[in-house]
């Protein structure tokens, strides 16, 4: 199976989540030629030395996934930025809790660009990482007459499915569910 664009953005959101942030925002921009992904989280951030290293395919901190030898997310996001003509911007700080600003962007007619992959697929994922935290989506897509855009936030998804309790999407029942919502939203312009 090809490793897509969302894969790559749910590896990126992940770092986020693990990084302990309570509040996550995505934004995604989607056209015919171009898609573009910020995530900005307010957990621990990196210090410069832990942003280079972890910009280094053949570093990781050793802790989040023991065993592991190198980490993937974010050397994949240079790799395949810098050679499919795609942009990328690491932003993050240590000391100031303002925590860690990804963004990027990927030139769809470049045919060395991955696939885009499921995005509805990779929102449904990216709600339902185990931790409590915020998640605040604003996806917004343009091809030809087709304008799509929706908003959606963590808390009042779980609400609407009466799982503020619980924080989170356990069961497969409450995962279809988010998985239909999402599809309707987004339906104008993948269905
Ligand atoms: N949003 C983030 N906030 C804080 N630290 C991060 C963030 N993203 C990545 N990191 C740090 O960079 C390292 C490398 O990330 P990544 O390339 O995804 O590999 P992995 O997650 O497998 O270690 C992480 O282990 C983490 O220490
Ligand atoms: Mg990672």
């Known amino acids: 199976m090809h490793y897509t664009l969302c894969d790559l953005f749910s590896d990126l959101t992940q770092n986020a989540v693990e990084a302990g942030a309570n509040s996550v925002t995505i934004v995604l921009m989607e056209t015919d030629q171009a898609i573009s992904l910020k995530i900005q989280d307010n957990g621990h951030g990196m210090n410069p030395q832990q942003l280079a290293q972890a910009t280094d395919p053949f570093w990781t901190d050793g802790i989040k996934h023991p065993g592991r030898k190198v980490g993937l997310g974010i050397p994949f996001l240079i790799q395949t930025a ?33 696939p885009i992959g499921d995005v509805t697929g990779f929102f449904r994922q990216i709600l339902s990482f185990d931790g409590r935290y915020e998640m605040d989506i604003d996806f917004s897509a343009e091809r030809g007459e087709i304008k799509c855009s929706a908003n959606v936030k963590r ?34 312009y993948y269905g």
């Open 82 to 114: 810098e050679s499919t003509g795609g942009t990328w911007n690491i932003e993050s700080n240590h000391t100031g809790k303002t925590g860690t600003t990804v963004t990027c962007s990927f030139d769809l007619t470049n045919i060395d660009t991955p």
């Open 155 to 188: 808390s009042e998804l779980l609400e609407a499915l009466g799982l503020e309790e619980a924080g989170s999407f356990e069961d497969a029942g409450s995962l279809a569910l988010l998985g239909r919502y999402l599809e309707s939203l987004m339906e104008e």
